[in-house]
C-alpha cells in the first residue's frame, strides 16, 4: 500500500505542475486578449484544452491508485473530488499531502479568478464593440444616418465621430 501512497503524492504534485501551466496559460491569453491576436488564441486554446485532458488523467489514475491500495472511493471522473480523496488516505500519510492540497486549492481559486476575468474581459470587449456597431449602423432609429454631407444624429447635428464620407 506504501506504493501507491507514494504514486498519489506523486500524482498530487503532477496535478500543480498541471494547475501552474494552466495559470500560465490564463495569464498568456489575457495578454493576447489585449492584443487581440486571434490565431496565437486558437493555439492556447488548444494548449489549455490539452492541459485539461492531461489532468482528467491524473484524476484517473489518482482513483486507480486508490483502488490498487484497497482505499474504497465510490468516485468516477465526473465526481472526483480532490477533498475526498484526501480524507481517504490513511491518517498517518494524510499529513504529506496537506501541503500539496492546499497548493492545489490555492491554484485552483487562481484558476478560477482568472478564466472569470478573461471572460469578463471577452463580455465587456464584445458589449463595446455591439454597441459601437449600433451606433454606426444607427440600428436602434428608423431615420437615416447618412445624409449625403455627412453623419447626422437624432436631432439633425452633425456627428463628430461619423465626419467622413464613406
Same mark, same amino acid.
Given at each position: 500500500?506504501?506504493? $501507491?501512497?507514494?504514486?498519489?503524492?506523486? #500524482?498530487?504534485?503532477?496535478?500543480?505542475?498541471?494547475? /501552474?501551466?494552466?495559470?500560465? =496559460?490564463?495569464? &498568456?491569453? /489575457?495578454?493576447?486578449?489585449?492584443?487581440?491576436?486571434?490565431?496565437?488564441?486558437?493555439? !492556447?486554446?488548444?494548449?489549455? $484544452?490539452?492541459?485539461?485532458?492531461?489532468?482528467?488523467?491524473?484524476?484517473?489514475?489518482?482513483? $486507480?491508485? #486508490?483502488?490498487?491500495?484497497?482505499?474504497?472511493?465510490?468516485?468516477?471522473?465526473?465526481? +472526483?473530488?480532490?477533498?475526498?480523496? @484526501?480524507?481517504? !488516505? %490513511?491518517? /498517518?500519510? &494524510?499529513?504529506?499531502?496537506?501541503?500539496?492540497?492546499?497548493? @492545489? !486549492?490555492?491554484?485552483?481559486?487562481? !484558476?478560477?479568478? &482568472?478564466? &472569470?476575468?478573461?471572460?469578463? +474581459?471577452?463580455?465587456?470587449?464584445?458589449?463595446? #464593440? *455591439?454597441?459601437?456597431?449600433?451606433?454606426?449602423?444607427?440600428?436602434?432609429?428608423?431615420? %437615416? #444616418?447618412? *445624409?449625403?454631407?455627412? =453623419?447626422?444624429?437624432?436631432?439633425?447635428?452633425?456627428?463628430?465621430?461619423?465626419?467622413?464620407?464613406?
Amino acid at each position: 500500500m506504501q506504493t $501507491q501512497i507514494e504514486i498519489l503524492k506523486d #500524482l498530487f504534485y503532477k496535478k500543480i505542475m498541471l494547475y /501552474r501551466d494552466l495559470v500560465e =496559460c490564463l495569464k &498568456r491569453e /489575457r495578454h493576447l486578449l489585449i492584443k487581440t491576436d486571434i490565431d496565437a488564441l486558437w493555439e !492556447i486554446s488548444d494548449h489549455k $484544452q490539452s492541459i485539461g485532458a492531461r489532468i482528467a488523467a491524473v484524476r484517473a489514475e489518482m482513483l $486507480q491508485a #486508490l483502488s490498487e491500495a484497497g482505499i474504497k472511493h465510490d468516485m468516477d471522473a465526473l465526481s +472526483f473530488r480532490l477533498s475526498t480523496v @484526501l480524507s481517504l !488516505i %490513511p491518517g /498517518r500519510d &494524510r499529513v504529506q499531502f496537506k501541503k500539496a492540497y492546499m497548493s @492545489l !486549492i490555492s491554484l485552483e481559486g487562481e !484558476i478560477r479568478q &482568472r478564466s &472569470r476575468d478573461n471572460k469578463l +474581459f471577452i463580455e465587456q470587449s464584445l458589449a463595446f #464593440l *455591439d454597441e459601437l456597431v449600433t451606433i454606426i449602423a444607427n440600428t436602434n432609429k428608423a431615420e %437615416p #444616418l447618412y *445624409d449625403g454631407a455627412g =453623419c447626422l444624429d437624432s436631432k439633425g447635428h452633425k456627428n463628430l465621430l461619423l465626419h467622413r464620407e464613406v
